[in-house]
């Protein structure tokens, strides 16, 4: 479809491609980096609420609310329903709720929906039984599932296109900080009952103090310009980019590159779109890693603490190794810094997966404290650098009218797969220990690997609207 131009109320005429063209050629200046920050600061909390789950199972088990294991393999009082749980969430935010940030905006539905599983946890750490418990944090993966789709897309669309990688690396290096603090508080709060109350209720609590903040990160951070083009908006749009541009010129100190040629506008805004080629093939590829993907990335993040008590370590001892293993979480992401924009992003993928399985084999041999956590944090970097490299090449592949819906789409399968994922890794461990949940896992991610090493486009330095086609 050719470029559109839409005349602005004054008569001034504007055009889409040009405007986007004028953001992709910005410097990475003080004010871009900032912006990178604050999605970061709200991909913090979202990270401490979805992986305090593996943190606050033994306090869980230790309360009596549910129990290690199941006797059968779908039991609803077990660590593996409340996991289930979460993800039966995420499953309904990614895909179902996903047209939302379409719709009404990156900037709004990234508050909102903060906002939203904020208040599901507070209301979730005051159950005491198992129903109640996994009810409440069903609810709160749904927002969350809607918060992973909307920071994606925002992200992707509102930096250059030459610090893309770096940008993602950067918001999960500040989201993943999330891993040692809840680590932390675990190891200090689970084993007590301060004030009378369960440790693991006051982990939950602390998380929700994201509220506090969510209103002055929102007022920090600009609508996605590109979003603005889709919806005909080009007034607004052209007004962020101006004030950006006055920021970015002030700090750059000399005056801004000149934008390339502007590539074609494309209006694509239903879900159909998604199954035309070569979207269609990009869908079912991701969908198919996020799968695999998830049963390594979460199968070791939920399962380190039971899986170390179940080789004979104390609560206590398990918590203070995992929380160890954490200081670990935010490296992989800013090792991204790095490479991140050096090397393509499906290479990078691959090469973690490969480092991921060579790790997990080793981890579930051996009983040595010092390999333990030398391998945890082997580990944690593998499936932290995959993390940064798959989220943005994800929101790379699809075009803007529709990627929080595409993101969304291919995202569930993630969500889908961890419901089921931690019945699996419960009925292995009960079944053949923890070797053999680890065999498990690095099956997964091997096919993950091969998934997007065979069959995934090249995205690095490429402008969004060329990689749409």
């Known amino acids: 479809m050719a470029t559109t131009r839409i005349a602005e109320p004054q008569g001034a005429i504007l055009d889409p491609g040009a405007i986007l063209s004028r953001l992709d050629r910005l410097p990475p200046t003080r004010t871009i980096w900032r912006l990178v920050a604050l999605l970061g600061l709200g991909f913090f909390f979202e990270l401490y609420d979805l992986l305090f789950t593996g943190y606050v199972a033994p306090g869980l088990v230790k309360a009596g609310i549910l129990t290690p294991t199941t006797p059968g393999l779908f039991g609803a009082s077990g660590v593996a329903s409340f996991v289930a749980a979460l993800f039966t969430g995420l499953f309904i935010g990614t895909l179902l709720c996903g047209w939302l940030a379409d719709r009404f905006g990156r900037r709004a539905i990234f508050t909102w929906s903060l906002l939203s599983y904020t208040a599901a946890n507070v209301v979730m750490a005051c159950q005491t039984e198992a129903f109640g418990l996994n009810l409440w944090r069903l609810i709160a993966g749904i927002g969350l599932g809607l918060e992973m789709v909307t920071i994606g897309s925002y992200l992707s669309e509102l930096v250059p296109k030459a610090i893309r990688g770096r940008a993602f690396a950067l918001c999960q290096g500040i989201g993943f900080t999330a891993v040692p603090v809840v ?40 609508e996605s310009p590109r979003w603005l083009v889709e919806r005909g908006r080009l007034a607004e749009a052209e007004a962020v980019l101006r004030r950006l541009e006055g920021r970015i010129a002030a700090e750059y100190g000399r005056p801004l590159p000149p934008p390339a040629a502007p590539d074609p506008v494309q209006r694509r805004g239903a879900f159909g779109d ?17 799968v695999f993907q998830t049963v390594g990335f979460y199968g070791f993040a939920n399962w380190v603490p039971t899986l170390l008590v179940a080789q004979g370590i104390t609560i206590t001892s398990s ?22 924009d050096r090397f393509e992003r499906k290479h990078v993928i ?21 390999a333990i956590v030398a391998l945890g944090i082997g580990l944690t970097l593998a499936s932290n650098v995959m993390s940064y490299s798959f989220h943005a090449y994800q929101a790379e592949l699809f075009p803007t009218g529709i990627r929080a819906r595409a993101v969304g789409f291919v995202y569930s399968w993630s969500r889908f797969s961890a419901i089921f994922t931690g019945f699996v890794i419960a009925f292995v461990l009960r079944e053949t220990g923890t070797p053999g949940v ?19 486009p090249r995205t690095r330095d490429v402008a969004l609207e060329k990689i749409a086609g």
């Open 274 to 290: 998604l199954w035309v080629p070569p979207y269609r093939r990009r869908a079912l590829m991701m969908a198919g890693f996020n």
């Open 350 to 370: 691959v090469a973690a997966a490969l480092v991921y399985i060579a790790c997990g084999l080793s981890f579930a041999q051996t009983r040595d404290v010092g």
């Open 319 to 340: 918590l203070a190794y995992t929380a160890l293993i954490a200081l670990a979480a935010p490296v992989g992401p800013l090792i991204g810094l790095i490479i991140a």
């Open 438 to 456: 680890f065999l498990f896992i690095s099956a997964a991610m091997l096919a993950a690997g091969l998934l997007v090493g065979l069959l995934g």
């Open 183 to 222: 680590a932390f508080l675990s190891y200090l709060l689970i084993p007590v009952q301060p004030l009378g109350i369960d440790g693991w209720r006051w982990v939950v609590l602390i998380g929700a103090s994201a509220a506090i903040g969510v209103w002055w990160m929102r007022a920090g951070l600009p």
